[in-house]
């Protein structure tokens, strides 16, 4: 038996899916931001992850990427493939913070990857495109020497604009849009939902309840649990 959140989902039309770090936990990614994630016990982890690091000391952002963002063995979860299929529908799109390209492995459609994705390497002196195979086992470029990086928004870097422009075409046309697995609380992207459709609803799936400053129907409940059941539709 659905609940009415679940057939809310399977009744809408333009679902806009908003999610975070808390999708890719159960297929074994660490949510950088939870009590028992990345962030805890690592001093200046935002400055890690920064363009000022990268730039400063190119070596050890690398090592730091390589040694605790990469997890080139994790397979996409019930969420993420639910998601996909309703996208490969047409009745669908995702907006995802999340950059370890497991959406594109369960072959989501209408996917903006706001916050980019680790396994799209480019070498910053040609430009030219290297697999992520590469760049594990070098942040240098074999044919020119140079350095090579994902294609990911660094803290102090500005967001991608087709990127934006995307995500704003898809809320403006949304009937519904679900918040999952984030906190909502990391902007610009938290911002997005401003631009909404204004009759569309909202809904958030988590187990932590959200505090938000507008109407939104509060779905506190796993969402891989909340995902398989819809998967039985």
Known sequence: MLTNAQQTILN????VFMTGAGVSTPSGIPDYRSKNGLYTGHHNAEYYLSHAYL????????????????????KPNVIHKVMAQLTQQGKAGVITQNIDNLYNDAATQNLVEFHGNLYQIYCTECGKVV???????????DTDHGYLRPNVVLY???INQQNVDRSLALLRHADLVVICGTSFRVYPFAGLIDYRNSAAKVMAINEEALQLPFDFD????NAVAFFEELAQV
């Open 218 to 221: 509060m779905v506190q409940q």
């Open 55 to 74: 730039k400063a000391d190119p070596m050890g952002f690398y090592h730091y990427l390589k040694e605790n963002l990469y997890y080139p063995d994790a």
């Open 12 to 15: 809408a039309k333009h679902i």
């Open 156 to 158: 102090d870097e500005g």
């Open 131 to 141: 697999p992520w195979q590469a760049y594990l086992s070098s942040p240098y470029h």
